[in-house]
């Protein structure tokens, strides 16, 4: 099994910054951490848990939702099993619990449903 813990949300004001983290544990069948794509989501109240960026096994490519291509960046540190979304600029409809995403099949899929491990969720509020 696979665990992911995110971290870093908050509260900021519209326009700044805030940085969100998700850390793996554990193996899969003695999988790597560099085996997995990464995705990030986020749900807003009401709302179905949508996409926001991808990531694959190396770092090498990644795949970013239309309305935070610009503003949004995603990383990973597959020596310290750490995912990181950068996000700048933020809007109050960036407002949402977001969530990592795991699969031990590194293709760039953007469908919720495709992941098989989740973390618990962070909340990010963008205040006006």
């Known amino acids: 099994q696979v665990q992911l813990v995110e971290s870093g949300g908050g509260l900021v004001q519209a326009g700044g910054s805030l940085r969100l983290s998700c850390a793996a544990s554990g193996r899969n069948s003695g999988r790597t951490f560099s085996s997995y794509a990464i995705c990030w989501f986020r749900q807003a109240p009401g709302k179905e848990r949508e996409f926001v960026a991808h990531i694959n096994g190396r770092g090498s490519r990644t795949y970013f939702e239309d309305s935070v291509k610009g503003r949004f960046t995603i990383s990973r540190d597959n020596a310290k099993n750490t995912v990181h979304l950068q996000m700048n600029s933020l809007k109050p409809e960036d407002t949402a619990v977001y969530y990592c995403?795991?699969?031990?099949?590194?293709?760039?899929?953007?469908?919720?449903?495709?992941?098989?491990?989740w973390g618990q969720g962070t909340l990010v509020t963008v205040s006006s």
């Open positions: 995403a795991a699969k031990a099949i590194d293709t760039m899929v953007t469908v919720p449903t495709w992941y098989d491990y």
